[in-house]
């Protein structure tokens, strides 16, 4: 596709965004928060904080959504950085777009509390859905960026703990290889706008603390895939995470998982994030919406 002069922009606010790439944790968690707070829900969005399984977590819905079908979803920010405060009103378009509740989860961020910490959190959120009557088929989890790749590795770690699963996964731009084997790492270094090998890989180190980066449940491309529900993964093409999405997709496949991979043209790191400002976010936006409520009905 032709890069629109709203793409143009987006890229350019991404790379100042990036700042010193050397920022401590805090300051880069001050920073985002900052980009990202100061955007404005519409009027007719409710939000409600809860505790989720005792887990800090806020409803996000918009007029006409079910309540009996909820998206419970993990924010990105390698683990590290982001909340609902950075997340908010993506989670209300996502609300429209799909029909249903967001629970959006702030899960405890290495490195004061590293893995498997937000994957213990996304677990008790679940299962205090289901406890307080949400039909585990009417549930989506979704996430994007780490929250992608805890999204995958949470239906992997409530398959294998024998708990029911959920209708559908969306995985978007999924950080699903700490290890970072991927060949997309280097092939798109020069033309991500976000990302970079270094930063992933001290981001990857402060998460793990001394774990193998290969290990499943913080690494799914390497889990067993099979017997998770339906997914959505995508890509923007340019990411140097793009073969994370597309190595997810083919073991998902190949153990017999409904998955659908979409990579999508020219498209940066997280680009649904920015529907207020780049149509070809609000179209993703519209498609997770349309396999959101494909599946979950």
């Known amino acids: 596709m032709a890069v629109t002069p709203q793409l143009e922009e987006l890229i350019r606010l991404l790379k100042a965004a990036g700042g010193e790439p050397r920022a401590t944790i805090e300051e880069a968690r001050a920073s985002y928060e900052l980009r990202m707070s100061s955007l404005e829900l519409d009027a007719d969005v409710t939000t409600e904080r809860v505790g989720a399984g005792g887990v800090p977590a806020e409803w996000v819905s918009t007029p006409g959504t079910a309540r009996d079908r909820v998206m419970l979803y993990l924010h990105g920010g390698y683990y590290a950085i982001g909340s609902m405060r950075t997340h908010r009103v993506y989670l209300s378009r996502l609300s429209r777009a799909t029909g249903a509740r967001l629970l959006g989860l702030d899960y405890r961020l290495a ?41 995958a590795a949470a239906c992997v770690a409530l398959r294998y703990m024998g708990d029911p699963l959920p209708g559908a996964a969306v995985c978007i731009s999924s950080w699903a290889d700490l290890a970072h084997t991927g060949e997309s790492i280097t092939s798109n270094a020069a033309v991500d706008p976000t990302v970079t090998l270094e930063r992933g890989a001290e981001m990857a180190r402060l998460y793990l603390a001394g774990r193998d980066p290969k290990t499943p449940l913080a ?63 609000q179209r993703a936006v519209d498609r997770i919406g349309e396999f959101v409520q494909g599946h979950l009905g």
């Open 111 to 151: 490195p004061e509390n590293p893995f498997p910490a937000a994957l213990q959190d996304t677990l008790a959120a679940y299962r205090w859905l289901i406890s307080n009557g949400i039909e585990p088929k009417k549930i989506a989890i979704g996430g994007e960026s780490a929250g992608g790749g805890l999204t």
């Open 219 to 281: 690494s799914p491309v390497y889990a067993d895939l099979g017997g998770l529900p339906p997914m959505l993964i995508m890509a923007g093409s340019v990411e140097i995470l793009r073969d994370d999405s597309v190595r997810l997709a083919q073991r998902a496949q190949e153990a017999g998982v409904e998955a659908t991979l979409e990579i999508w043209d020219d498209m940066p790191h997280n680009w649904p994030m920015y529907a207020h400002m780049l149509p070809e976010a």
